[in-house]
């Protein structure tokens, strides 16, 4: 006779395996990429955020400029923070791929994952805001892309007051797509259910005196 945590484990099997089925093609009909950056200034200022797009369109290649409708991102968000690791500031730069920053510049290697050239996100038009670039050197003059990122904040209409600096790059990493967690979750289920399969704690028969 199975015992009952050998039907349970069943049960459980069945039901991680349909699970995985739905979320599995749900995943590939989306084909999203989603990706993860960080910075660290040499002052202990920081910038992290995240950004996607969709693979089945994508080129190898993504370079984005200025406002409105972007050519491959769908969304990206920066937010910053002080040596404190206190919030100061998040930005929604990319929703729905449309670009809200007239000075937005991005551009992204899909096969390397790895950003290059012109960087600069974050920026507004309001007193007090904070971006990120290699295009804009002190005293606030634009340059070609260059190996130092700046990290600023508008002062005033006139001016921008440099809050860090340095020649961290920008890291990216790769998010684990949603198949790819529940594909180890259900792997280590599936140990579990068949080891309780192996040894049933009902079925052991008590021993007579």
Do not use: H
Request: one cysteine or more; charged letters at 15%.
């Amino acid at each position: 006779m199975k015992s009952f945590f050998a039907l349970a484990a069943a049960q459980v099997t069945s039901s991680l395996a349909f699970c995985a089925t739905s979320i599995i093609a749900s995943t590939n009909l989306a084909q999203a990429a989603d990706l993860t950056f960080n910075w660290k200034g040499n002052a202990g200022y920081s910038a992290s955020g995240s950004f996607s797009y969709d693979e089945t369109i994508t080129p190898a290649i993504i370079s984005e400029g200025s406002a409105g409708a972007t050519k491959a991102l769908q969304s990206l968000n920066v937010s910053f923070f002080n040596p404190s690791q206190e919030l100061i500031e998040t930005k929604n730069e990319v929703v729905n791929g449309v670009s809200n920053n007239q000075f937005f510049e991005l551009n992204f290697d899909t096969t390397t994952d790895n950003l290059f050239g012109a960087f600069d996100a974050g920026a507004g038009t309001g007193f007090g805001d904070v971006f990120l670039s290699n295009v804009v050197a002190p005293p606030g003059i634009f340059i070609s892309p260059g190996a130092t990122y700046y990290l600023y904040r508008n002062s005033t209409a006139d001016n921008i007051q440099l809050l860090d600096s340095s020649t961290n790059r920008i890291k990216v990493s790769a998010v684990p797509e949603p198949a790819t967690i529940l594909g180890t979750l259900v792997s280590g289920m599936l140990g579990v259910a068949l080891n309780s399969n192996r040894v049933p704690f009902f079925s052991r028969k008590p021993k007579r005196i």
